[in-house]
């Protein structure tokens, strides 16, 4: 199993970027897939999830509104549009999967629930 994630960078504030998250490897399927970030010093902080069917997506609070997350099962893919970026959104972000062995509505947000991590992307908000 392999994710790849991708379409970090550098941008101004008030910027977007796109980052993708192609997933490979798997036979049937994750059950949700999520993303994260870790800015230096911090822990590792739930961002959003969505089930790989594409329902109840989740969001922190403090990307509610901005970010939006999907996905194209056609191209085994996850996308974490980010909109209004601001410098505290500067991190690596790394997209998840789980195969769901306990409730998706309890624990979508642990970094302990994912199965398979891909290797992070630096997103840079900065003036």
């Known amino acids: 199993v392999q994710l790849q994630a991708s379409g970090g960078g550098s941008v101004q504030p008030g910027g977007s970027l796109r980052l993708s998250c192609a997933i490979s490897?798997?036979?049937?399927?994750?059950?949700?897939m999520g993303w994260f970030r870790q800015a230096p010093g911090k822990e590792r902080e739930f961002v959003a999830a969505?089930?790989?069917?594409?329902?109840?997506?989740y969001y922190a609070d403090s990307v509610k509104g901005r970010f939006t997350i999907s996905r194209d099962k056609a191209k085994n893919t996850v996308y974490l549009q980010m909109n209004s970026l601001k410098p505290e959104d500067t991190a690596v972000y790394y997209c998840?999967?789980?195969?769901?062995?306990?409730?998706?509505?309890?624990?979508?947000?642990?970094?302990?629930?994912?199965?398979?991590w891909g290797r992070g992307t630096q997103v840079t908000v900065s003036s």
């Open positions: 490897g798997f036979t049937s399927g994750a059950h949700a």
């Open positions: 998840a999967a789980s195969l769901g062995r306990t409730p998706y509505s309890d624990n979508y947000y642990l970094p302990t629930w994912y199965d398979y």
């Open positions: 969505i089930t790989w069917s594409g329902g109840s997506p």
